[in-house]
């Protein structure tokens, strides 16, 4: 397959024709923040974490679905690049209702990651917010949509991997969330023995439950971690 050459943050470098700015990115140690793509997933550039600065180019685009071109000049954390960037984690940040104190994944969370990165701290943008209530009837898995944040990784996962369609996005615009059948909690037995909707969460949305046996009512009591 044809290599082609193209200019990464002043580097010289080269990648497959069928590479992605992403994959060649990754491939040579230059980091770019996302937050919808997995290299085991077909990437959808939901997110738009991963824009990036192509010279020549109208519009900032998306790394894990732009292909390479032979000449490209590529600029990853311009201050163009790092201004849009911001913008959309402080949007996320301030719709999401998550507490990160309080939350199971706080210390292994990618959104609260990219903002350390790029030394955000609170919100300062007003923004309207969506609470949901926990749910907590699936002994398999435990769902906080107030700290879902899109990025689909749980549905594209949940049908690509575990080859199931228990997930989907529903509604549109705000009202926008993901749901499982016609908008009921996540309870099917499907779930049982898998978490890979859980393994690929970003965010503290869904999470494993404990259980821990009831000797007295002789049936068993769920835990969040």
């Known amino acids: 397959m044809?290599?082609?050459?193209?200019?990464?943050?002043?580097l010289q470098l080269t990648g497959r024709e069928d590479m992605t700015i992403f994959e060649v990115a990754q491939a040579n140690g230059i980091n770019i923040p996302t937050l919808c793509y997995k290299s085991e997933l077909p990437p959808i550039g939901a997110c738009r974490i991963c824009v990036v600065e192509v010279e020549g180019s109208?519009?900032?685009?998306?790394?894990?679905?732009?292909?390479?071109?032979?000449?490209?000049v590529v600029h990853t954390h311009s201050p163009k690049v790092l201004a849009t960037r911001k913008v959309i984690i402080e949007l996320l940040l301030a719709s999401h209702c998550g507490t990160c104190f309080m939350c199971s994944k706080a210390n292994m969370c990618e959104l609260r990651?990219?903002?350390?990165?790029?030394?955000m701290g609170l919100p300062q943008v007003p923004t309207r917010?969506?609470?949901?209530?926990?749910?907590?009837?699936?002994?398999?898995?435990?769902?906080?949509?107030?700290?879902?944040?899109?990025?689909?990784?749980?549905?594209r996962?949940?049908?690509?991997?575990a080859k199931q369609n228990v997930f989907a996005v529903a509604?549109?615009?705000f009202e926008s969330k993901i749901v499982v059948d016609?908008?009921?909690?996540?309870?099917?037995?499907?779930c049982r023995d898998c978490d890979v909707c859980i393994s690929f969460c970003p965010t503290?949305?869904?999470?494993?439950?404990?259980?821990?046996?009831?000797?007295?009512?002789?049936?068993?009591?769920?835990i969040c971690d």
């Open 171 to 173: 509604y549109r615009g």
């Open 182 to 190: 016609f908008d009921q909690p996540i309870d099917t037995d499907v």
């Open 129 to 155: 917010r969506l609470y949901y209530p926990v749910e907590d009837v699936s002994p398999y898995v435990i769902r906080d949509l107030s700290k879902c944040i899109l990025c689909r990784r749980c549905v």
């Open 157 to 161: 996962a949940c049908r690509e991997i």
């Open 58 to 72: 109208r519009t900032l685009v998306g790394s894990c679905h732009t292909p390479i071109a032979e000449g490209m």
């Open 204 to 222: 503290g949305a869904l999470s494993r439950p404990s259980k821990v046996t009831d000797e007295k009512k002789g049936r068993p009591l769920i």
């Open 2 to 10: 044809k290599n082609i050459a193209i200019t990464i943050n002043g």
């Open 113 to 119: 990651s990219i903002a350390a990165d790029l030394d």
